[in-house]
């Protein structure tokens, strides 16, 4: 693949004429000597992949037998699939949920992180450490947290006095708490970026509104808020990412249950493909999946823009 | 900052009234991972749960490592975690000085499609990817589990950023003296990128290592398992073994967790690079 893209656009290599030819060609092979190799990996373990998927998606396909073209019939299919209208609906609950949590909890931890007050050293690892442990060992971890015979979630509810609950066992429960441990595992990283971002704002702009009068909640809405929007921009594109390609928690919590509650696309789309062996209908889901979060980033993109806040 | 309470009322600052609860919500269930690895069965399964053990009971450990290969498959994930690591230091800094120096035919639309395969997600790859690895014969072979670590877009786009931040002096200084591009970028740019190095380190050990719907894809022979992969499917075959599975959980968290601790501004500056350039 390196052979292709070395031989191709003549407005570069008409840039390299400095020099007798055999110069530019060392040159080439040079260049392509250090970056050769991780582009390779890179394009063959994506671009390639991701066109063939698109004609795996339009076909009827086990993987064995051989595939029968069907054009956009997996497409037309999945748009009625009830399992698969489930499986957004859940999908985007839980965005819903996780993007403006995880941005909200970020930004007020990462302000009383920025305290110069004792133990900060001591809160701001314990705040990180869960971003560190695996989503799937975190998940497992939830099982027992959550355990409605001896977890410890029902011994704090019986401590206050509150009745006891079934937690992931829950139809009506188990998206939430999916939702809560999630956030516990992830809010680590907005905190982090938040924490920086704050860090970076010049004193004298805070120090200057106050001089002014500004009350503190004032100072917060109209000067810290407004120096955060770039991050707050970032960070709602990348935990729209991984709230909606959440796989691990789900495996190792619910497995899509119960009662199919927290069956999400990347869910689904696994048990599609490796599961019943539908690669070719579950292909279709990958990339109808692929274009909801190509649409939502640009949402936040251009919500952004029409703030004011040019981060892209 | 602004200070949203007036001081004085309380003999400590009010941010502790926040900050405590939430230190504890953090790290409590961590702490309760490790004790409960070392309780009894009858220990664990009671109600109100306990906390502490009464004495160290190292069952669940016994029975994870005689009934499972979790000793293995700690070797599994070590194996292809050094192998994500080291191949994306080597990799992911040539490219990435390559891009950010160098001139060659192609660069531009290389870089482009690079940067364009960040958007495109894991689960539209997996089954075209799981068809090619098929075909070459790697599926459920380590193999599997490690070449699609071994290179990634961020960590080039990470390492072309950083070698554009840095100045070219040096580098020309050498050229001019004679040495070849490979010695200046071995004896001269990669000592200056250590910053950096040590962050894509640091993220590829922290990816690799938790990753699961790859692997688990990927692999279906239980000796090649890694430990995410293995824990996962323990787990969903005994679901009340919580000992067991707490051991197990403590191997598949507690080194990067040690890491953390140890390292940890290493690790906190490595979370916020990845939030301001990735």
Redesign the interface.
């Known amino acids: 693949m390196a052979l292709t893209?070395?031989?191709?656009?003549r407005t570069?290599?008409a840039?390299?004429k400095k020099g007798p030819r055999g110069r530019a060609a060392r040159?080439?092979l040079?260049?392509?000597a250090?970056?050769?190799?991780?582009?390779l990996?890179?394009?063959g373990?994506?671009?390639?992949?991701?066109v063939?998927?698109f004609f795996?998606s339009r076909a009827k396909w086990n993987?064995i037998a051989p595939a029968t073209q069907v054009g956009w019939r997996n497409y037309q299919l999945l748009v009625k699939d009830p399992d698969m209208i489930a499986a957004t609906k859940h999908t985007l609950l839980l965005t819903a949920l996780f993007v403006p949590g995880s941005i909200i909890l970020g930004i007020?931890?990462a302000?009383?992180?920025?305290?110069k007050?004792?133990?900060?050293g001591?809160?701001?690892?314990?705040?990180?450490?869960?971003?560190?442990?695996?989503?799937?060992?975190t998940?497992?971890?939830?099982?027992?947290?959550f355990n409605p015979?001896?977890?410890?979630a029902?011994?704090v509810l019986?401590h206050l006095g509150l009745p006891q609950q079934q937690f992931l066992e829950n139809p009506h429960q188990a998206i939430y708490i999916i939702c809560l441990i999630a956030l516990?595992g992830e809010v680590?990283?907005t905190t982090?970026?938040y924490?920086?971002a704050?860090q970076d704002i010049p004193r004298d702009l805070?120090e200057a509104a106050?001089m002014d009068g500004a009350s503190?909640?004032r100072?917060?809405r109209h000067v810290?808020l407004p120096e955060l929007r770039p991050?707050t921009v970032?960070?709602a594109i990348?935990q729209t990412?991984t709230a909606?390609?959440l796989?691990?928690l789900i495996?190792?919590t619910t497995?899509g249950g119960p009662l199919n509650s927290t069956q999400t696309i990347?869910y689904y789309?696994?048990e599609l493909?490796?599961q019943t062996q539908r690669?070719g209908y579950?292909?279709a889901a990958?990339?109808l999946?692929?274009i909801v979060?190509?649409l939502l980033?640009l949402l936040v993109i251009w919500y952004s823009r029409r703030r004011g806040s040019e981060v892209f | 900052m602004p200070r949203f309470f007036k001081e004085g009322k309380l003999p400590f600052s009010p941010w502790h009234l926040l900050l405590m609860p939430l230190a504890l919500i953090f790290v409590l269930p961590l702490v309760q991972m490790l004790l409960t690895s070392f309780m009894s069965s009858a220990e664990i399964n009671q109600f109100p749960p306990k906390l502490i053990p009464t004495s160290l009971h190292l069952e669940g450990y016994r029975h994870l490592f005689s009934e499972t290969p979790a000793l293995r498959w700690f070797v599994n994930t070590v194996i292809v975690s050094s192998i994500a690591v080291v191949s994306h230091l080597a990799l992911c800094s040539m490219a990435g000085y390559g891009f950010a120096r160098l001139k060659f035919a192609g660069r531009g639309i290389a870089f482009v499609l690079i940067l364009a395969t960040v958007m495109i997600p894991i689960q539209l790859l997996m089954i075209p990817t799981y068809l090619m690895f098929a075909r070459i014969g790697i599926v459920d072979t380590l193999a599997a589990a490690y070449v699609p670590w071994l290179a990634s877009a961020f960590g080039i786009f990470l390492m072309r950023q950083f070698f554009l931040g840095l100045p070219a002096e040096l580098e020309e200084a050498a050229l001019i003296d004679g040495a070849g591009q490979w010695r200046t970028f071995r004896s001269i740019v990669l000592p200056l990128a250590k910053p950096a190095l040590t962050t894509l380190a640091i993220i590829t050990l922290l990816w690799s290592w938790n990753d699961l719907l790859w692997p688990l894809v990927a692999i279906s022979d239980d000796h090649r398992f890694t430990l995410q992969v293995g824990l996962a499917n323990f787990q969903g075959m005994r679901r009340t073994e919580w000992s067991q599975l707490m051991a197990g959980n403590v191997l598949a968290t507690m080194p990067l967790i040690l890491a953390f601790l140890f390292a940890q501004r290493k690790f906190i500056a490595t979370m916020t690079f990845t939030g301001i350039k990735g």
């Open positions: 893209f070395a031989a191709t656009p570069q290599v840039s390299f040159r080439n040079t260049g392509w250090f970056a050769g190799p991780a582009t990996i890179v394009i373990l994506s671009i390639f992949p991701a063939w998927a795996i993987g007020v931890i302000i009383a992180l920025n305290q007050i004792r133990l900060i001591f809160y701001r690892t314990c705040i990180f450490v869960p971003y560190v442990a695996s989503a799937a060992a998940g497992i971890l939830a099982g027992f947290v015979q001896f977890g410890v029902n011994d019986r516990w680590g990283f982090v970026i924490l920086a704050l805070v106050r503190p909640w100072v917060f810290t991050v970032f960070a990348w990412i909606m390609q796989f691990d495996y190792t497995r990347v789309i696994y493909a490796f690669l579950g292909a990958a990339y999946l692929f979060t190509l980033s």
